[in-house]
C-alpha cells in the first residue's frame, strides 16, 4: 500500500475544515459588523453636515429678513460672506460646494467651493440644476441623496435645502455636495485592520488546527501502519490508546480485532496445515471446484493422475479437464452425480479413473461449488475383467471335459460296457479328462496360493550350468524321435539363489510346450548368457510361431494361441502363467519373442548370487 501524502491526508483535510469555519465565522462577524459600521459612519456623516447646514440655513434666513439701507453690504455679499466663512474652525472639510439661489430669478447669488476659492464664473447666472428647479417647484426641499462624481469617482452627498421667510414663502435655496470620501476612507482602514486580523487568525488557526488534527490523525495513523502490519501477518503489535473518546475506543477495538484475528490466524494456519498434509498424503486425487465449477484447488495426486499441473487447469472447467461433457450439460447436473468412470487412456497408457462428487453447501445451504475425490482403478478393473475372464475360462475349461465324461459314462451305461474293443477305449478317454482335470484344479491351486503368497519357496545356492544341463538329459531321453537339442552353454560356474522345484516346473513347462510345438526334424535351442547382475535363459524352438500381438498374451491365464490344438496335447493353458509368477518371485523377468513361421523364443532372467552370500536351506 502507497504511502498518502500529506495533500491526501485527513489531517489536510481537518485543518481545511478548521479554517474555513473560523473564516466563515470572521467573514460572517467582519460582514455584519461593516455593514452596521458603513451604516453608523454614514448617518453620523448626515447628521454632521445636516446640523451644520442647519446653521448655514438660518444665517442665511436671517439675512434675507434683515431690512437694508443705502450704505449697508449687498444681500450677495452678506449671504456670500456668510459661505465663505462656513468651514472655519472646522478639521474636517466634508462640505465641497455650495450654491445660494433667489428664487424667482433662479440666479446664483452667491458660491462656495471646497479650499475657500469661490467658484466666481457660476455668481450671477441662473442655474439649470435640475435639483434646485424641483425644489422651487415643488416649494420643498429634496431628500438628499448618494451620487458618484463622473470626474473623481468619489461618492458625494447632494441635496437642495429651501429658505422660507416669516410669510413660510421660499425665499431662496442652498445647494450642497458633501464629500463622503472620508466616511469610505475610514471604512478601507477598518477593513484593512479587519483583514489583516483575519489573516494573523487564520495563521494561528492553522496552527492550532495542525497540532489539533495531529491529535486526532495520529491515532488513525498507527491504526493504519498497525492494519499494513496485520496484513503481513504479524499480530504481536498493538495500538497505542491515548484516550477514553471516540478514538480511543475504537483503538481498543482495534486491538481486541488484533487479538482474534491473532487466533483467528493461527487456527486458520493450523487447520490448513492439516488439511495441505492430508492432501499431501492422501493417495486418492482432490479437486475442488466453485460453484461455477471451475477449478480452485487440487493436490499432487490429482495432478499425476490428470497428467496435468495445477497452474495449468486453476480455473478452467472440471466437466472440460475430466472429459465429461458426454454425461453432463453444465454444472447443475453434476449435483445428481454420485460417481463416474472417467476414461483418461492414452496411446501409451491405459488409464481408467473413478471421480466421486460431493456438494460444498454455504450458510445458506445452497450449492457452493464440489469436492472430486479421484481414484486410479485402471488395476482394479483390469483385475476385475480378469477375475471374469478366470472364471468364464474355468467353467469352459471344465465343462469340456464333463461333457465328455458324461457322453462316454451315458454310453457305457447304455450297454457299452458290454462291447469289449469299445468299453477300453471309453475308459481310456474318461480317465484321461479326469487326469486333465485333476491337472487343471492343481494348477489352479497352486496358482491361487501365489496369488495369496501362500506358496512356500526354499531358495538355496545352485551352480546353474550343470542343473540346466540334468534337465535338457532328462528331456533327450524321453524326447520325441526327429527333434534335437542344441545347447549353448558357457563353460564356467554360475551360482545362482533359487528353489529347484519350483525352476524346474518352469523349464519343464517351456521346453515342454517347445516340443510340443516344434516340427518333425526340427531342432530346440537352449542359451544362457551371463550378463552384469542377472542370468539369462532362452529356450528356442523352430515351431509355426505366433502373431505378434499375441505373444503378450501367452503367460495371461487359460490363453492359448491354438485353443484346439492345446488341448488335444492337453494343455490347461496355465503353465505359462504359472511359470511368470514363479520368476516374479524370483525377482527375474520372462518374455517371449516370435515370428510366424519362424518358431518362438522363450527369455527369462535369474539375479547373480552374490558371491558373499552363503546358501541355506
Not at 517371449?592 to 522363450?602: D, F, R
Amino acid at each position: 500500500m502507497s504511502k498518502v501524502g500529506f495533500f491526501q491526508s485527513v489531517r489536510l483535510k481537518l485543518i481545511i475544515v478548521y479554517i474555513l469555519l473560523i473564516l466563515l465565522g470572521l467573514q460572517v462577524i467582519g460582514a455584519y459588523f461593516v455593514d452596521r459600521l458603513k451604516d453608523q459612519l454614514e448617518n453620523n456623516f448626515t447628521e454632521s453636515v445636516e446640523g451644520r447646514l442647519d446653521a448655514l440655513a438660518f444665517n442665511i434666513q436671517q439675512s434675507f429678513e434683515e431690512e437694508r439701507e443705502e450704505g449697508d453690504p449687498t444681500l450677495q455679499s452678506d449671504v456670500q460672506g456668510i459661505l465663505n466663512s462656513f468651514n472655519e474652525g472646522y478639521v474636517r472639510n466634508e462640505i465641497r460646494e455650495l450654491q445660494v439661489i433667489e428664487e424667482g430669478s433662479n440666479v446664483v447669488i452667491a458660491a462656495y467651493a471646497s479650499g475657500g476659492t469661490s467658484p466666481q464664473s457660476n455668481v450671477g447666472k441662473k442655474t439649470t440644476n435640475p435639483d434646485v428647479l424641483s425644489a422651487f417647484l415643488l416649494q420643498e426641499q429634496s431628500n438628499p441623496e448618494t451620487r458618484l462624481d463622473a470626474e473623481t469617482g468619489q461618492r458625494l452627498w447632494v441635496g437642495t435645502r429651501t429658505i422660507e421667510n416669516n410669510l413660510d414663502e421660499t425665499v431662496a435655496a442652498i445647494y450642497f455636495e458633501a464629500d463622503m470620501s472620508s466616511v469610505y476612507t475610514e471604512l478601507q482602514d477598518i477593513n484593512r485592520i479587519f483583514a489583516n486580523g483575519t489573516a494573523l487568525s487564520i495563521f494561528i488557526t492553522a496552527i492550532l488546527g495542525i497540532i489539533v488534527a495531529g491529535t486526532i490523525t495520529k491515532p488513525l495513523i498507527e491504526m493504519r501502519r498497525q492494519a499494513q502490519i496485520m496484513a503481513t501477518g504479524d499480530f504481536s503489535q498493538k495500538v497505542n490508546v491515548h484516550g477514553n473518546d471516540e478514538i480511543g475506543q475504537l483503538g481498543h477495538t482495534f486491538n481486541d480485532l488484533n487479538d482474534k484475528l491473532k487466533i483467528s490466524q493461527a487456527t486458520t494456519e493450523g487447520e490448513r496445515r492439516k488439511l495441505s498434509s492430508v492432501l499431501s498424503n492422501m493417495s486418492d486425487g482432490v479437486i475442488a471446484t466453485d460453484r461455477l465449477g471451475s477449478i480452485t484447488l487440487m493436490n499432487v495426486p490429482a495432478s499425476h493422475l490428470i497428467g496435468q499441473r495445477f497452474e495449468e487447469v486453476q480455473g478452467k472447467s472440471l466437466i472440460e479437464i475430466l472429459g465429461l461433457e458426454d454425461q453432463v450439460a453444465n454444472v447443475k447436473e453434476m449435483e445428481d452425480l454420485d460417481s463416474v468412470i472417467v476414461d483418461m487412456s492414452s496411446n501409451d497408457q491405459h488409464l481408467l479413473l473413478k471421480a466421486n462428487f460431493s456438494v460444498v453447501q454455504d450458510e445458506n445451504y445452497e450449492m457452493n461449488g464440489f469436492i472430486t475425490v479421484i481414484s486410479d482403478v485402471t488395476e482394479q478393473q483390469r483385475a476385475d475383467q480378469e477375475r471374469r475372464e478366470f472364471v468364464s475360462n474355468v467353467s469352459h475349461e471344465l465343462r469340456t471335459p464333463l461333457t465328455t465324461m458324461r457322453s462316454y459314462l451315458e454310453a457305457l451305461n447304455d450297454g457299452a460296457w458290454r462291447d469289449e474293443e469299445i468299453a477300453p477305449r471309453f475308459l481310456d478317454v474318461t480317465q484321461n479328462e479326469t487326469e486333465r482335470m485333476i491337472r487343471l484344479v492343481n494348477d489352479l491351486l497352486q496358482l491361487t496360493k501365489m496369488d495369496h503368497k501362500e506358496s512356500n519357496f526354499y531358495k538355496e545356492k545352485v551352480e546353474f550350468i550343470s542343473y540346466l544341463e540334468q534337465i535338457i538329459e532328462r528331456f533327450e531321453m524321453n524326447k520325441v524321435e526327429g527333434i534335437s537339442f542344441t545347447k549353448h552353454l558357457p563353460n564356467e560356474n554360475i551360482y545362482v539363489w533359487l528353489d529347484k522345484d519350483k525352476v524346474t516346473q518352469v523349464l519343464d513347462n517351456v521346453i515342454s510346450n517347445a516340443i510340443k510345438y516344434s516340427p518333425e526334424g526340427g531342432s530346440i535351442h537352449f542359451h544362457v548368457k551371463r550378463m552384469r547382475h542377472k542370468l539369462q535363459v532362452s529356450i528356442k524352438d523352430e515351431g509355426l510361431g505366433m502373431p505378434t500381438h499375441t505373444v503378450e498374451k501367452i503367460f495371461d491365464r487359460f490363453y492359448r494361441v491354438d485353443k484346439a490344438r492345446s488341448r488335444e496335447m492337453g494343455g490347461t493353458g496355465l503353465g505359462l502363467a504359472i511359470a511368470r509368477e514363479i520368476i516374479d518371485a524370483h525377482h527375474g523377468e520372462i518374455w517371449a519373442e516370435s515370428q510366424e513361421g519362424k518358431g518362438t523364443t522363450v527369455f527369462f532372467t535369474l539375479p547373480l548370487m552374490n558371491q558373499k552370500r552363503r546358501g541355506s536351506r
